[in-house]
């Protein structure tokens, strides 16, 4: 299985402060399609999970242009430019290249 | 606009089974698959597997094969997931999705399933 490690675990930020969240895969995820298949959720407290980011850079609609996503064929990174209240909660990675899809462990983002 | 309502909390027995239902809306139902997440209180999250509506076609997480079955019900643009065999360890929240573009694009509100005697 494809392992998905996030870091940090849990960040604490400052309204209108930037944040920025890791996650590595334990194998490439980059299809011979060219399409890297690595997504960013987001599950506020006592919701669904919704999704922000699809195919590692593409922003889900109407999600805030706040949010961004990069990275190469196993780092990535999820940043949150100015941060605001609505944005706490768990944010995770996944990837939908193999059987079974998997996810990070997740990272609680806080506000200071 | 898209919406999956979930059926609501079930309280089962260990050992029993219990089937979950996830009714899709605003959508052609046949065009998306569904796919089921499992999410264990204050944890991460853990794929199922994913049906065809259209064709019945499943794909299951092998962690998940003797436990789930995927089925849909066309007529009422309906989802299902049946749970077997239930332990304390299938207590968890689970979700029905759709996928859209290879992304998990719309997710139900979930049903919380607590196996207990």
């Known amino acids: 299985d494809i392992v998905m490690t996030q870091a940090p675990l849990s960040v604490s930020v400052t309204p209108g402060e930037s944040a920025s969240i890791s996650c590595r895969s334990s194998k490439s995820l980059l299809h011979s399609n060219g399409i890297t298949y690595v997504y960013w959720y987001l599950q506020k407290p006592g919701k669904s999970p919704q999704l922000l980011i699809y195919?590692?850079?593409n922003l889900a609609s109407g999600v805030p242009d706040r949010f961004s996503g990069s990275g190469s064929e196993t780092d990535f990174t999820l940043k949150i430019s100015r941060v605001e209240a609505e944005d706490v909660g768990i944010y995770y990675c996944g990837q939908l290249l193999e059987n079974p899809y998997t996810f990070g462990a997740g990272t609680k983002l806080e506000l200071k | 606009q898209v919406n999956l309502l979930q059926s609501g909390a079930a309280l089962v027995k260990p050992g029993a089974s219990v089937k979950l239902s996830c009714k899709a809306s605003?959508?052609?139902?046949?065009?998306?698959?569904i796919h089921w997440v499992k999410q264990s209180h204050g944890k991460s999250l853990e794929w199922i597997g994913y049906i065809n509506p259209n064709s019945g076609y499943t794909n299951y997480n092998e962690k998940f094969k003797s436990k789930a079955t995927l089925t849909v019900d066309k007529s009422t643009n309906t989802a299902y997931m049946e749970l077997s065999r239930l332990t304390s360890e299938d207590s968890a929240t689970y979700y029905c999705t759709r996928v859209t573009i290879a992304a998990m694009r719309n997710w139900g509100q979930g049903t919380l399933v607590t196996v207990s005697s």
């Open positions: 605003g959508y052609t139902f046949t065009d998306y698959y």
């Open positions: 195919r590692m850079s």
